[in-house]
């Protein structure tokens, strides 16, 4: 399993580290299919393909990079009173790459807070919250309703 | 009835005392009396020189007829023992150990090619017969044309009915009378059919052809004696790099299947195949028994117990294609198509979903290991043929795995090329989809496999694929280690990483 991991984690760096933007950004449905597992693997101190999975959100441009079943699973399972402090962290650091206004609608906006406002404050996690509030305020139906 | 044809005719080929006895009286007799025979003087007989040419050839032609007719008794009597032993059970031993056996006798009887040796048994007697003929209508043509000519014309007419029923069954493949000589023939005539056809085109398409025919256009609106003289001149000049090509071209030509006729003729050779392990025998004489199984019963309770052992096998390299033809023919035995949905037989559920895995395990072997197999084909075209793409099969109670058949399967058409056939066809919904123990295990176990295909065909990942992977790896509590390796090994492989062979799942593993 680790060295399968180590290929999955080299061949992310090796597409973010390329100057083309496309072929990371043709892999998202493969890298929201490993999220779920970056997040478990980061509950358990191993923080790597976490950091990858960041990276690759944060190398594409597309705004719409993970895929929208994301929202429908894996989050709305992690993401309860019971998570991790981990769980919420990755959460955070990821919010600013979800679809805001198209498929993240004011149903996140609650848990996305209550997230928010229990993990420890770092400078990654400042800039992510204030990304995500610039976001809401941009759609006007997440703005009515929060 | 050839002995006694051989004893007649045998007297002929030696010298007969009675007559050089009969011959020296009458010399004798004449002596005394040379008034006995009036005008009629008797002669010494002549000296013996031998058999009369066509004696020799009637006997020999007669011997050859008995001894096809003696070989042939013999090879019956040998073919009934080697049935008795075949159809001889081992009372001993467990029902799998008994199946093994029984299997290993089926195999050991079309390795070594039984039924031919069985086809030869009526060949070589009507060939004696045919002898006989022959051999009769010339001895007795020397006799009396008149009883000679009513041989001749039976002999004939069953050369000529042989004959015919051989172009019948040939022609016809519904034709009962069908013969050895009937599936040659048509082997032939086919054989013949494709090597002209390609001739043809080889031909056509030849440079000297084209030489000729490029010159001919040019030349030809109209003809006069200094247009005829440079198209000559510029076929002498282009013709021999042209006959140079094509000679290379029909040199390789005629190579090329006489490499692969010798290769397919070492195939035939028993055992030159290679050999496995004793494990490795009995886990392929498992995948033939099943396969012969479901092929060949109609039994429910029998396909039961197959499939039961079947998905207990999940090490299935060497597997026999036809065992995927025989899980389609058990789940389409258990399921019934009304109005575009997919109902399962009232007390069938078991065998349907057990039927189902099968299918799906032995489909995403073999399009892992052999991914341009026509086997991937006809089981794509059968099922096409049952489930059409825009089906509804989300009442029935193994939708998941129906549902990764539907999806792998049209995916297959469209990996073959029919694209009309695959699109709009229903797509799997892994919302609710729970791991069904170690079911669960050889389930995710044929994805990756589907996934390696692709991967193969340097295609992406399959959707559906990566959607069940999101859901898998979702779960809470996490599946178990041998489920996440094989997520992680889908999405290594739709991430074009070249990983290492996936293991198959071990009895302890599940």
């Not at chain 2, 290379?248 to 496995?276: C, D, F, N, R």
């Not at chain 2, 996934?451 to 193969?456: I, L």
Request: hydrophobic letters at 45%.
């Amino acid at each position: 399993m680790e060295e399968v991991l180590e290929l999955i984690a080299q061949k992310l760096e090796a597409m973010i580290s390329a100057d083309d933007p496309g072929p990371i950004s043709s892999k998202h449905k493969t890298i929201t299919a490993l999220f779920p597992y970056a997040v478990w693997q980061e509950q358990n101190g191993q923080h790597k393909v976490l950091d990858v999975c960041l990276h690759a959100a944060r190398a594409s441009k597309r705004m719409e990079f993970l895929w929208y079943h994301i929202t429908q699973l894996p989050i709305a399972m992690l993401l309860n009173e019971e998570s991790s402090a981990s769980t919420k962290q990755a959460f955070i650091l990821m919010s600013p790459h979800l679809p805001w206004g198209w498929r993240i609608d004011e149903h996140w906006v609650q848990p996305w807070a209550t997230a928010a406002s229990t993990v420890s404050h770092t400078e990654e996690v400042g800039q992510s919250v204030a990304d995500v509030l610039l976001h809401i305020a941009s759609y006007s139906t997440i703005t009515h309703t929060s | 009835m050839t002995s006694a044809f051989i004893i007649e005719v045998n007297s002929q080929i030696r010298p007969d005392p009675n007559e050089e006895s009969a011959a020296l009286l009458r010399v004798l007799i004449y002596k005394i009396d040379s008034t006995t025979f009036g005008d009629d003087v008797p002669a010494l007989p002549p000296r013996w020189t031998g058999p009369p040419h066509t004696t020799v050839q009637v006997q020999a032609v007669l011997y050859a007829s008995l001894a096809a007719s003696l070989f042939s008794a013999f090879l019956a009597m040998l073919g009934k023992q080697w049935l008795n032993r075949y159809m001889s059970t081992d009372m001993r031993g467990t029902a799998i150990e008994r199946s093994q056996n029984r299997q290993q006798k089926l195999n050991g009887i079309i390795m070594w090619y039984f039924h031919y040796v069985m086809e030869s048994l009526p060949l070589m007697l009507q060939v004696a017969l045919f002898l006989l003929g022959c051999a009769l209508s010339r001895y007795l043509w020397e006799i009396d044309t008149t009883i000679a000519s009513v041989i001749l014309g039976v002999t004939s007419l069953g050369i000529l009915f042989y004959l015919l029923i051989i172009i019948a069954g040939a022609v016809f493949a519904s034709c009962p009378y069908q013969t050895p000589g009937s599936h040659i023939l048509r082997s032939a005539a086919s054989a013949t059919l494709a090597a002209g056809s390609t001739f043809w085109h080889a031909f056509r398409d030849s440079a000297t052809v084209g030489v000729f025919q490029s010159n001919a256009e040019v030349y030809q609106p109209r003809w006069s004696r200094d247009k005829i003289r440079y198209f000559l001149s510029n076929v002498l000049d282009e013709l021999p790099p042209a006959l140079a090509s094509d000679g290379a071209h029909l040199g390789k030509a005629i190579a090329q299947p006489l490499v692969e006729l010798l290769h397919q003729m070492y195939t035939w050779l028993p055992g030159s195949t290679p050999t496995h392990g004793a494990d490795h025998q009995g886990t392929l004489l498992d995948l033939w028994c099943i396969s012969w199984i479901l092929q060949t019963s109609l039994d429910k309770d029998h396909h039961m117990s197959a499939l039961e052992h079947l998905v207990t096998r999940l090490e299935l390299s060497n597997l026999d294609p036809s065992l995927a033809v025989g899980c389609l023919g058990a789940l389409v035995s258990c399921v019934k198509v009304a109005d575009g949905t997919v109902m399962v037989t009232q007390g069938l559920e078991e065998l349907a979903t057990l039927s189902a895995i099968c299918l799906l395990c032995t489909f995403s072997h073999l399009s892992a290991v052999g991914p341009s197999s026509g086997v991937l084909v006809d089981v794509c075209q059968q099922y096409a043929r049952v489930f059409p793409p825009c089906i509804e099969f989300s009442g029935i109670p193994f939708h998941h795995i129906f549902g990764a058949i539907h999806s792998a399967l049209y995916q297959g058409w469209r990996n073959q090329g029919q694209v009309a056939r695959y699109a709009g066809y229903q797509q799997v919904q892994w919302r609710d989809y729970k791991l069904p123990g170690w079911e669960g295990t050889a389930f995710i176990h044929s994805l990756t496999n589907l996934a390696q295909s692709e991967h193969k065909r340097r295609k992406k990942v399959p959707c559906w694929i990566l959607h069940f992977v999101l859901h898998t790896l979702s779960m809470v509590p996490p599946p178990s280690t041998l489920v996440i390796v094989n997520c992680l090994s889908i999405i290594a492989l739709s991430l074009d990483c070249d990983i290492p062979e996936i293991r198959n799942i071990t009895p302890d593993q599940r």
